[in-house]
């Protein structure tokens, strides 16, 4: 049986975790988790992050309605980080875009790829 505790957490008990859309395979977001929110998010199919700023477990979509539903969960060969396999309902990012990572550095400058869904 898997056990959250096995994981390597940093310092602050925490490991980073990558969300990608189980269908598309592109990269939405990353944030942080503790042994209770993979806990949760096991028990609950619905991926629970720790907020670092508010020093809580966050539901993702709890009052966005953009929640992420859990496929898998994968460990990474040095068991320090995650790789959260999700079915994305609405953007994924806070700014109102699809992923997180909506801005590329092309001949040295930053440019805007995603713009925000309407």
């Keep these: 049986m898997f056990d959250p505790a ?7 008990g925490l490991i980073p975790a990558i969300a990608q859309h189980a269908d598309s395979g592109e990269v939405l977001m990353m ?20 907020s670092r700023s508010r020093q809580a477990f966050w539901v993702k979509g709890e009052s966005s309605g ?3 539903e859990l496929v898998e969960l994968r460990v990474d060969c040095d068991r320090d980080c ?11 990012c806070h700014t109102n875009r699809r992923s997180c990572f909506y801005t590329a550095v092309r001949e040295g400058a930053e440019v805007e790829i995603m713009e925000p869904t309407a």
Excluded: I
């Design 6 to 12: 096995s994981l390597k957490y940093d310092a602050n």
């Design 31 to 50: 944030a942080w988790m503790n042994a209770e929110s993979v806990a949760r998010t096991l028990d609950t199919r619905s991926v629970t992050y720790w």
């Design 66 to 68: 953009h929640v992420q």
């Design 82 to 92: 995650l790789l959260v396999l999700v079915r994305q309902t609405g953007p994924a």
